[in-house]
């Protein structure tokens, strides 16, 4: 008899959708349980590659078939369906020798471009634990040129000239999503915990910048998409600083777009003509804690 397989159902999280693999040795006992009787998720997907004659069955599903839920954590995006096993009784219709199975399926997708992509494959434990992967949002800052039309050429930039920076992230294969800049530091080396730094975006996302007597700063409203948004920052350089390089590391977010913003979650510039602050969208009310410089625990 072949040894049982360590992990009987295997999950791996792409961009689009989901691949589940299944071997028919479901329970490790060596009876081989029949592709009919597997289904994936609320909707009963069928496997998308089986034979009779192969040990392994594997579906394939886009993150919004086969019945599948989405939730939002502080941390992640979280898609979950399930593997369900259905005994279909072989021979005597009175009896039956195995028990139906579920097995919690999740492909968790983190809201933030700093945390981590590996993959987590844990031991199944038949009918309880979940099964669950991590893909990583694709998120991009650019610089821009100055009509937004393209890319900008040049990372070079005079004293008096206006940097303007476009945030994205690629959410075509998700729930509609609404992108935020949780904060973006200036430094002179590729560590952004280096000193001196500047948090010209902080408080999750006040642009603070734009609040000194000698600056324009500002998000600009409204957006080209929910799941863009831009910037622009007048160009500045650290006091006695000779080598004229900085580096900017900028936290990037998502939320539902359907989801309010709110302390945690909003893009607020300082208006120097009313003196106050406003949202790109939401209530003036989000953006009260930016005077303030305390808008809560950033996640």
Known sequence: QAAAPLHPVAVQ????????????????????????????????????????????VTFMAGLHECGSTLR????????????????????????????PATVPIECHYPRRDNVSSNGVKPTW??????????????????????DWSAERDSTIFQLGEVLHFQAGVNAENHAPLRLFVDNCVATLTPDRGSSPQYAFIDFSGCLVDGQLDDATSTFISPRPRQDVLQFAVDAFKFAGDSSNLIYITCHLKVSLADQAPDLLNKACSFNKASNLWAPVEGTWDICSCCEMRSCGLAR
Request: proline share 9%; aromatic share 6%.
């Open 125 to 146: 434990v038949p009918f309880s634990s979940t099964l669950s992967s991590e893909e990583k949002l694709p998120f991009s800052l650019r610089l821009m040129n100055d």
């Open 72 to 99: 939002v954590t502080p941390d992640a995006l979280v898609y979950s369906t399930s593997l369900n096993y259905k005994p279909v009784p072989a021979g005597n219709p009175a009896i039956v020798r195995t028990s």
């Open 13 to 56: 999280c792409q961009e689009a959708q989901m691949v589940v693999t299944v071997h028919r040795d479901l329970f490790g006992t060596g009876r081989l349980v029949r592709a009919a009787e597997l289904t994936l998720g609320s909707a009963a997907c069928l496997p998308a590659v089986w034979s009779a004659a192969e040990p392994v």
